[in-house]
């Protein structure tokens, strides 16, 4: 596609509930990123990956967060048991250059947790 | 303490002025150094992308670094309405991840 595609674009949830976040990089580019950012704050790294291998996970805050990227290609970020303190946009970024910063976004998915 | 600082502004400009953005950073690991902009209800946008100590220019915008003083400026000459955004400058330490700073909001006036 010709930029990073997300999915919802708006979600709203009950607090306790799970939700699943779908991020679509850039076609070829091998590195995928998200994000996570509060309201007046810069993103913040939750996780990333090579292809379909996950190399960094150290910024997800808890373990209620999972991402995933099977194939190399889509990814989902997963958030079970959402808290308040969750609400955020998350936001999803490609890469062709690797771990090296040169990121490509999507306009994000603006999570509200009730 | 965040390891990239920014100064969150906001900063109102006239059309035609020359805008000046600056952060700091702590992490002596930095090797990339970015600036992005971010309209409201949009992702951010890649606008400079450098590496090490130096200077780089596109079109109306020149980026800076300073290796030695953990200091990085953004540079927008002849600045329009258009140019109305949060600009977030990030680094990296080509291990992954970016980390970034909260965003100066500019506001450019016709």
């Known amino acids: 596609g010709a930029g990073v595609s997300q999915s919802p674009r708006y979600k709203v949830a009950k607090r306790g509930q799970d939700v699943a976040l779908r991020c679509d990089p850039i076609?070829?580019?091998?590195?995928l990123f998200w994000y996570q950012q509060a309201l007046g704050q810069g993103p913040e790294f939750l996780t990333y990956?090579?292809?379909?291998?996950?190399?960094?996970k150290s910024g997800l805050p808890s373990d209620r967060f999972f991402a995933e990227r099977p194939e190399g290609s889509v990814s989902t970020l997963k958030i079970q048991r959402t808290q308040q303190e969750d609400s955020a946009v998350y936001l999803c970024?490609?890469?062709?250059?690797?771990?090296?910063?040169?990121?490509?976004f999507g306009s994000g998915t603006q999570l509200s947790v009730l | 303490q965040k390891e990239v600082e920014q100064d969150p502004g906001p900063l109102s400009v006239p059309e035609g002025a020359i805008v000046s953005l600056n952060c700091t950073y702590s992490n002596s690991a930095f090797q990339y150094f970015m600036w992005y902009r971010q309209y409201s209800r949009k992702g951010p946008e890649l606008l400079m992308y450098t590496y090490s100590s130096g200077n780089k220019e596109d079109g109306r915008f020149t980026a800076q670094v300073d290796k030695s003083s953990k200091y990085i400026s953004l540079f927008i000459r002849d600045s329009q309405p258009s140019d109305s955004a949060t600009y977030l400058c990030a680094g990296n330490t080509n291990a992954g991840k970016s980390t970034f700073g909260d965003g100066t909001t500019l506001t450019v006036k016709p």
């Open positions: 970024a490609s890469s062709s250059r690797g771990g090296s910063g040169e990121l490509f």
């Open positions: 076609s070829g580019h091998v590195s």
């Open positions: 990956f090579q292809n379909e291998a996950q190399l960094d």
